[in-house]
């Protein structure tokens, strides 16, 4: 990775638009699907975290942006608070189901295809711009122009003002929040009115108790709100209670000693040269193509070791290691699920400075009536809370994005509690908001604030910094040396979408 002065990393893009329409892998629409995409050379974990909370999501090396007022199915970026996350019912019942096989190597006699996580997103535009000049990116001497290349902060105002206005994490004995999860979930009594006598009028209007407590909630969290002066849009959340029974105690009463089986989770860095990761690389590969040919119906050659390479090997973040971040360090990893001797399951994620971001998930599609998706998803949402512990801001779980649009990607909504971001001021609001405005269209902005704007708008093209030549320099400067040069609008578009603290941070690379 090239270096900045004081020994910082560079990112390196290539920006290609996204005037053009693409397949859509959730309605099958043939040019319904629009996004604005990137090929990155190259990433530092900190330009990635925030560029997916701009709403932008990589599939390899190809970072896009859907364009959700245009697209068929609008994709939003969706967030679950692991700190404060409580297992619903149906989670539960995907714990019971892996105990049961473990314990007694009960099957389930139900088939379930499972929740893929994100399982088409390889879908998402052209998979390698034949533009890109990688050789010349990889092996460029690179020239700072000090005079002309401004300091960039390692983060501005504006993101820590979005840090900030995250909502605190509780301790993880917090109770369930199944009524928000699943209508089915909630039993409500109420005392049927006697014969003959009737409501009694001296006395106010009977109220659902579900309502009772949704509005002791809100008045709480509008009293905590007013005594911190946070001005962020605050989800409910359920009063503390001591007994409440965390995740991780669920998932160690599934995994019983003496059992008929032993399931074990590894954390493997994407790393050809680790030991690990390079001795359990063609059982991946294989168990890859046996799931996209079982559950997504792909040709062999659709799934072939260089496709499984691309797609989840190929990862542009570079491996880092900070005093104040978790011990495993940042970037990709492979979380490979071994039953006994053989990898049955492998969740691709990666781990970045405010959370633990889900790409991908392959399983053997004979154990997919143990619900691997949920349970995978389960497992890393502990992960994440593990991590917290060594990194305070590490709190987060992104499960990619929310299709509301599509009824078998909604499931994503059950982990609670979460956000979606605001597509124009990208602001975090509770999915509970979110929801009725996506009855209504499917296209919504979910800020309420009519005044509120994205706070890291561009203000400056000339600051984006650009690699030209294999030299680094602000656009203004590259602008006087192309003097014929027309792209101030696709620079403009890009650096819109990216905001302007990124693009005095990430590299724009020109020919």
């Given at each position: 990775?090239?270096?900045?002065?004081?020994?910082?990393?560079?990112?390196?893009?290539?920006?290609?638009?996204?005037?053009?329409?693409?397949?859509?892998?959730?309605?099958?629409?043939?040019?319904?699907n629009?996004?604005?995409?990137?090929?990155?050379?190259?990433?530092?974990?900190q330009?990635?975290?925030?560029?997916?909370d701009?709403?932008?999501?990589?599939?390899?090396?190809?970072?896009?942006?859907?364009?959700?007022?245009?697209?068929?199915?609008p994709q939003?970026?969706?967030?679950?608070?692991?700190?404060?996350?409580?297992?619903?019912?149906s989670?539960?019942?995907?714990?019971?189901?892996?105990?049961?096989?473990?314990?007694?190597?009960?099957?389930?006699?139900?088939?379930?295809?499972?929740?893929?996580?994100?399982?088409?997103?390889?879908?998402?535009?052209?998979?390698?711009?034949?533009?890109?000049?990688?050789?010349?990116?990889?092996c460029?001497?690179?020239?700072?122009?000090?005079?002309e290349?401004?300091e960039?902060?390692?983060?501005?105002?504006?993101?820590?003002?979005?840090?900030d206005?995250?909502?605190?994490?509780?301790?993880?004995?917090?109770?369930?929040?199944?009524?928000?999860?699943?209508?089915?979930?909630e039993?409500?009594t109420?005392?049927?009115?006697?014969?003959g006598?009737?409501?009694?009028?001296?006395?106010?209007?009977?109220?659902?108790?579900?309502d009772?407590?949704?509005?002791?909630?809100?008045q709480?969290?509008?009293?905590?709100?007013n005594?911190?002066?946070?001005?962020?849009?605050?989800?409910?959340s359920?009063?503390?209670?001591?007994?409440?029974?965390?995740?991780?105690?669920?998932?160690?009463?599934?995994?019983?000693?003496?059992?008929?089986?032993?399931?074990?989770?590894?954390?493997?860095?994407v790393?050809?040269?680790?030991?690990?990761?390079?001795?359990?690389?063609q059982?991946?590969?294989?168990?890859?193509a046996r799931?996209?040919m079982?559950?997504?119906?792909d040709?062999l050659?659709?799934c072939s070791?260089?496709?499984?390479?691309r797609?989840?090997?190929?990862s542009?973040?570079?491996?880092?290691?900070?005093?104040?971040?978790?011990?495993?360090?940042?970037?990709s990893?492979?979380q490979?699920?071994?039953?006994?001797?053989?990898?049955?399951?492998?969740?691709?994620?990666?781990?970045?400075?405010?959370?633990?971001?889900?790409?991908?998930?392959?399983?053997h599609?004979?154990?997919?009536?143990?619900s691997?998706?949920?349970?995978?998803?389960?497992?890393e949402?502990?992960?994440?809370?593990?991590?917290?512990?060594?990194?305070?801001?590490?709190c987060?779980?992104?499960?990619?994005?929310?299709i509301?649009?599509?009824?078998?990607?909604?499931?994503?909504?059950?982990?609670?509690?979460?956000?979606?971001v605001?597509?124009?001021t990208?602001?975090?609001?509770?999915?509970?908001?979110?929801?009725?405005?996506?009855?209504?269209s499917?296209y919504a902005?979910?800020?309420q604030?009519?005044?509120?704007?994205?706070?890291?708008v561009?203000?400056?093209?000339g600051?984006?910094?650009?690699?030209?030549?294999?030299?680094?320099?602000?656009?203004a400067?590259?602008?006087?040396?192309?003097?014929?040069?027309?792209?101030?609008?696709e620079?403009?578009?890009?650096?819109g979408?990216?905001?302007?603290?990124?693009?005095e941070?990430i590299?724009?690379?020109?020919?």
């Amino acid at each position: 990775m090239l270096k900045m002065a004081g020994n910082k990393s560079y990112t390196i893009v290539e920006y290609f638009g996204g005037d053009s329409g693409y397949r859509c892998g959730y309605c099958k629409n043939d040019e319904g699907n629009f996004s604005h995409g990137m090929w990155s050379h190259t990433m530092t974990v900190q330009d990635y975290q925030d560029l997916i909370d701009r709403g932008w999501r990589r599939s390899g090396k190809y970072v896009y942006k859907p364009k959700l007022n245009k697209t068929c199915c609008p994709q939003y970026t969706i967030r679950c608070h692991a700190t404060q996350f409580q297992p619903s019912k149906s989670h539960k019942k995907v714990l019971k189901k892996i105990s049961k096989f473990i314990s007694k190597g009960e099957m389930p006699k139900d088939q379930d295809n499972g929740e893929p996580m994100d399982a088409v997103c390889d879908q998402e535009g052209p998979r390698e711009p034949s533009k890109a000049c990688h050789s010349e990116v990889k092996c460029a001497a690179i020239t700072d122009i000090q005079k002309e290349l401004p300091e960039c902060p390692a983060i501005t105002e504006g993101q820590k003002e979005v840090v900030d206005a995250a909502p605190a994490a509780p301790a993880v004995s917090e109770t369930s929040r199944k009524d928000q999860v699943s209508v089915s979930d909630e039993r409500t009594t109420a005392t049927a009115t006697k014969p003959g006598i009737g409501a009694d009028p001296a006395r106010p209007p009977c109220r659902k108790a579900k309502d009772l407590r949704k509005e002791r909630r809100l008045q709480k969290d509008q009293i905590r709100q007013n005594a911190d002066g946070v001005p962020s849009i605050v989800s409910p959340s359920p009063p503390t209670a001591a007994q409440t029974k965390p995740l991780e105690d669920f998932i160690n009463e599934s995994l019983p000693d003496n059992s008929s089986h032993c399931l074990e989770v590894r954390l493997v860095p994407v790393n050809f040269e680790d030991p690990q990761f390079a001795a359990s690389y063609q059982q991946s590969v294989a168990l890859y193509a046996r799931y996209q040919m079982a559950i997504h119906g792909d040709d062999l050659s659709a799934c072939s070791e260089s496709e499984f390479r691309r797609f989840l090997c190929d990862s542009p973040l570079e491996a880092e290691h900070s005093p104040d971040g978790p011990e495993e360090g940042y970037g990709s990893f492979h979380q490979q699920y071994w039953l006994d001797d053989r990898i049955v399951a492998v969740g691709v994620i990666d781990i970045l400075p405010t959370c633990v971001s889900s790409v991908y998930l392959y399983y053997h599609p004979d154990f997919s009536s143990l619900s691997l998706g949920s349970y995978s998803a389960l497992r890393e949402i502990a992960f994440t809370r593990q991590l917290q512990k060594q990194s305070p801001k590490l709190c987060y779980y992104y499960l990619g994005f929310y299709i509301h649009s599509c009824p078998k990607m909604r499931y994503k909504g059950q982990y609670r509690p979460s956000d979606l971001v605001c597509p124009e001021t990208y602001a975090w609001v509770p999915i509970e908001q979110c929801v009725p405005m996506l009855e209504n269209s499917r296209y919504a902005r979910f800020n309420q604030d009519p005044d509120a704007g994205d706070p890291r708008v561009l203000k400056d093209v000339g600051r984006a910094l650009v690699l030209y030549r294999r030299a680094v320099m602000p656009y203004a400067a590259y602008s006087r040396k192309r003097k014929s040069s027309s792209d101030e609008a696709e620079v403009q578009q890009y650096g819109g979408l990216v905001g302007q603290d990124c693009i005095e941070r990430i590299l724009l690379y020109r020919t």
